[in-house]
């Protein structure tokens, strides 16, 4: 049993532990209720395609949102203004701290909105962006109004297009291949015999002709060795064994030259469009000379009110240039062809004789 003297501290100081009005802390001084802000970090605009039609649904996620504590969130308002031909949208973070039991902080919690904008948006307006609380640019969208048209369809591409001398050369109509000759860079390889001595002769032959056996690849910065075999000037002759040909190092022939040049080429899928118009998906296959290509392209049609032509290759015309899969546009850098200099040769350009198009379907 505990002396007198040590039971009376310890009496004491459980008592002090239990007063009337212990619990959990107040979440605010003398529980006052805050209104605020809060604020969120980054924002994304997001319709799940490439291109945004005023009647589609967009997503607007908001992510690393702070709002104080769980239970302090009472509401987000998607505040909407229009600047120039921006409709911008800033999501305003409302909070309310009181003395809830709910102190646990919310760890950068992400939420989506889905929304659709509405016929009644200005037709001046382009594009949709987000900003957060300090104006800063999140995200951005650009903004179309019109339909997306889904064709497939088939252009038969004629064996004169393998042709370098008959080049350009284009199919009839619209839409259309067109095959351009870029430029022809003169190369000269440089090239030595090598003796190759026959150690076993399965026919004498009457006549033998010397038969150079040259390489399928030439390296512009290499010498290439070209073994000099004899054969049997009689086609159904064999002179000696493939595997019998021995080869003397040590009889080469002088350095010589063989001159060559290489055709630079490009191939376009080109088509008319609606004005202000532009390809939303295209792939191809089964592309060959003197065969059908089949082609499945998305259009976007824009509507009467629409202002926005861009990005496009011209107003109402595209090419798409099928050796690297990409859109020729108005601004395509150095050493690249114009939108407008390969218009003007796709009009002047030969028609294949041998070209239809068939196959087509329609979807909306």
């Known amino acids: 049993m505990l002396p007198f003297y040590l039971l009376f501290p310890l009496m004491a100081f459980f008592s002090s532990c239990a007063q009337d009005g212990d619990g959990p802390l107040d979440v605010m001084p003398n529980g006052e209720a805050v209104v605020g802000k809060g604020f969120f970090l980054s ?16 997503y607007i996620t908001l992510s690393k949102i702070w709002s104080f504590s769980n239970c302090s969130l009472t509401s987000i308002d ?12 800033a999501p305003k973070i409302n909070i309310k701290v009181n003395t809830d039991d709910c102190p646990a902080p919310m760890y950068r919690p992400d939420t989506t909105f889905k929304k659709v904008l509405g016929e009644n948006v200005s037709s001046q307006v382009t594009s949709v962006v987000v900003k957060n609380d300090v104006d800063s640019l999140l995200s951005s969208i650009k903004l179309r109004r019109g339909k997306l048209v889904l064709d497939t369809f088939s252009i038969f591409v004629d064996s004169a297009f ?10 009839k109509g619209s839409p259309s291949i067109l095959r351009v000759l870029d430029s ?16 076993m002769r399965v026919d004498m ?16 910065n290499d010498t290439a060795i070209v073994p000099v075999r004899y054969a049997c000037a009689a086609t159904d002759s064999v002179y000696c064994l493939d595997s019998k040909w021995e080869y003397d190092s040590t009889a080469l022939g002088k350095v010589m030259e063989r001159l060559d040049t290489v055709w630079h080429m490009s191939t376009y899928y080109v088509e008319d469009i609606s ?14 000379y003197g065969n059908k290509a089949i082609f499945v392209r998305e259009l976007f049609v824009p509507s009467e009110n629409e202002r926005s032509c ?26 690249k062809a114009s939108i407008d200099s390969l218009y003007k040769v796709w009009k002047s350009a030969i028609v294949a004789r041998d070209t239809l198009k068939a196959d087509t379907t329609e979807s909306k």
């Not at 924002?43 to 967009?58: M, N, P, R």
């Not at 505040?79 to 921006?86: G, H, N, Q, R, Y």
């Not at 032959?205 to 512009?220: K, L, R």
């Open 275 to 288: 004005s202000c118009g532009l390809m939303n998906g295209f792939r191809y296959s089964g592309f060959a």
């Open 205 to 220: 032959c009457d006549e033998v002709v010397a038969d150079t056996v040259y390489p399928s690849n030439w390296n512009v």
């Open 43 to 58: 924002a994304t605009l997001d319709s799940g395609k490439t291109l945004h039609l005023i009647s589609d649904t967009l």
């Open 310 to 335: 861009g990005p496009s290759t011209k107003k109402d015309w595209l090419a798409f240039r099928l050796e690297n899969n990409e859109i020729v546009l108005d601004d395509n850098g150095e050493n």
């Open 184 to 199: 022809i860079t003169p190369q000269k390889f440089h090239w030595r015999t090598l003796r190759a001595n026959c150690t």
């Open 162 to 171: 393998a042709d370098h001398g008959k080049l350009p050369l284009r199919t």
């Open 78 to 89: 998607l505040d909407e203004s229009v600047e120039d031909s921006l409709l911008v949208i």
